[in-house]
Structure formats: structure tokens, C-alpha cells
């Protein structure tokens, strides 16, 4: 696997809070609509298929997030500025419990 993108598509909204912390120029257009692109890398790829089942990837190994998710790395993305914040953005939405019955305490 090679490193992958979260596609992130934009609202007006959205794009003034992108020009506002200065990655305007980081808006690109897919498919028609306004989108930036996180970049992620391979090990985080396995962590989100495995934290989202149904997770796809298409010919450019990009993909988008479910909702909430896809706002949480938004958020960072605000928040601190840049794209590149898959090494921290990937600990809020991974929980990789997610699914599994807690165990029993043994006695």
C-alpha cells in the first residue's frame, strides 16, 4: 500500500474557515466540487479501514471519512493550521475497541 488521501469536500463555510487559518491555496476541485486533501499514510490506512468497515479507497487510493470523523480531522486541520495532521488526527478517530465486547474481570 502507498500512502493514501481523506478527501474532505467543502461547504462555504468551510472554505472561509480554510482561508482564515491561511490554506486557501490548499483547496483543490474533485469531481466537480471543492475538496482539500489529507494526506495519510499506509500504516494509518490500515488503522482506518480497520476502525471503519466499508471504508473505500478508489483509483487514486483516496477516500472519504464517515461524517463525524471527517469533522474531527477537519477541525485539526483549522485548528493547527497545516494538512498534515494524520500522526495526530489518526489517535481521535481510531478507537480500535471499537466493536468489541468488554472482558470480564477474572478472579
Do not use: H, W
Given at each position: 500500500?502507498?500512502?493514501?488521501?481523506?478527501?474532505?469536500?467543502?461547504?462555504?463555510?468551510r472554505?472561509?474557515?480554510?482561508?482564515?487559518?491561511g490554506?486557501?491555496?490548499?483547496?483543490?476541485?474533485?469531481?466537480?466540487?471543492?475538496?482539500?486533501?489529507?494526506?495519510?499514510?499506509?500504516?494509518?490506512?490500515?488503522?482506518?479501514?480497520?476502525?471503519?468497515?466499508?471504508?473505500?479507497?478508489?483509483?487514486?487510493?483516496?477516500?472519504?471519512?464517515?461524517?463525524?470523523?471527517?469533522?474531527?480531522?477537519?477541525?485539526?486541520?483549522?485548528?493547527?493550521?497545516?494538512?498534515?495532521?494524520?500522526?495526530?488526527?489518526?489517535?481521535?478517530?481510531?478507537?480500535?475497541?471499537?466493536?468489541?465486547?468488554?472482558?470480564?474481570?477474572?478472579?
Amino acid at each position: 500500500m502507498a500512502d493514501c488521501f481523506i478527501n474532505i469536500f467543502l461547504n462555504d463555510e468551510r472554505i472561509k474557515q480554510l482561508e482564515a487559518a491561511g490554506l486557501g491555496g490548499e483547496i483543490k476541485e474533485l469531481g466537480g466540487k471543492k475538496a482539500i486533501q489529507v494526506k495519510a499514510t499506509d500504516k494509518e490506512q490500515k488503522k482506518m479501514v480497520k476502525g471503519f468497515p466499508g471504508l473505500a479507497f478508489d483509483a487514486d487510493n483516496a477516500c472519504v471519512l464517515p461524517e463525524a470523523a471527517e469533522k474531527t480531522v477537519f477541525d485539526i486541520v483549522v485548528n493547527m493550521k497545516t494538512l498534515d495532521v494524520m500522526k495526530f488526527a489518526i489517535m481521535k478517530i481510531y478507537n480500535p475497541l471499537a466493536g468489541k465486547a468488554p472482558r470480564s474481570a477474572q478472579r
